[in-house]
């Protein structure tokens, strides 16, 4: 049988790693999918650190598969950190989350054996990467079940994320949420506060997978209670070209990459705490 490369391969191919530095499989703990990858520029001491998140309706999903992403990211001058999780049906709610917490507190821990800044850390998610990350900052109870505070969160982005998704329809969803005690707690939106990590929302307009409903209401929310939020808007992405159009190539698209740029230099000058940033929305294109 002949191999034929798959999409995701062919895009992994488009981005270098010329002047990288990828360190695989570093294990964050017991189960076999519990690795991370990492990636730095070859040069790079004390960066800021990217703890990147993927998608796949927590059923599917690889690390290496997004390594276009983590190149992209450590080539603008990031430590990244792409771990994998345990997915359905071996898990439900909460455990993913738990992985997620536990991945994210490993790298706080060890952020400076990689070269990293481990008062510089961000969070970053796709799709339900984005659930697993926004989740993470919202409901302080899985970085503290680790040892770690919200507060060692510098900001986090949410791309294309379901946040207020109740109730839930599709029973592969249903069967992932339906350890939960109470559905309520599932949801981000329920977990909105004043005191939560800086976010950026952003979401493709023409998203019909999870739609952008998901995140104006999580923004409102956390604007009624005195959070830091700035949502983008782009109107003609869909699900996946939300992501893709970070690529150099696609920029064209959405100018995602720069915007969630500018929200990270934000973060770091530690501008984001001034009057009137929590009222940033904007509808692009």
């Not at 993913?96 to 008062?119: K, S």
């Not at 409903?213 to 999580?218: E, F, V």
């Not at 698209?253 to 940033?277: H, T, V, W």
Request: hydrophobic share 45%; charged share 20%; proline share 7%.
């Amino acid at each position: 049988m002949t191999w034929l490369p798959r999409p995701i391969d062919l895009l992994n191919c488009s981005i270098s790693l010329s002047g990288l530095e990828a360190t695989p499989d570093v294990s964050y703990g017991a189960a076999p999918r519990d690795k991370i990858d990492f990636y730095r520029p070859k040069e790079g001491r004390n960066l800021p650190v990217i703890v990147f998140f993927y998608g796949g309706s927590w059923q599917w999903g690889h690390r290496r598969d997004y390594r276009f992403m983590a190149a992209l990211l450590a080539r603008l001058g990031f430590l990244v950190a792409v771990p994998d999780y345990r997915l359905y049906p071996d898990v439900k709610f909460p455990d993913f989350l738990q992985d997620c917490a536990a991945a994210t507190a490993f790298v706080i821990n060890r952020a400076a054996d990689y070269a990293g800044n481990p008062r510089e850390i961000f969070l970053i998610g796709h799709s339900a990467g984005a659930y697993n990350a926004v989740m993470l900052a919202l409901n302080q109870d899985y970085l503290a079940s680790q040892g770690c505070g919200t507060n060692r969160l510098s900001g986090v982005a949410g791309l294309s994320g379901p946040y207020d998704f109740l109730p839930i329809r599709a029973p592969d969803i249903k069967a992932i949420f339906s350890s939960a005690p109470d559905i309520s707690l599932t949801q981000p939106v329920t977990f909105a506060r004043d005191s939560a990590p800086p976010l950026f929302l952003a979401h493709g307009g023409a998203d019909t997978t999870v739609l952008p409903r998901n995140t104006t209401k999580l923004a409102a929310r956390l604007r009624a209670q005195g959070g830091i939020v700035e949502t983008k808007i782009y109107p003609k992405l869909g699900h996946t070209g939300i992501l893709l159009s970070a690529l150099p190539y696609l920029s064209w698209r959405a100018p995602l990459l720069r915007d969630m740029m500018s929200f990270i230099a934000a973060c770091r000058a530690g501008d984001l705490a001034g009057e009137g940033f929590e009222r940033r929305e904007s509808v692009v294109g």
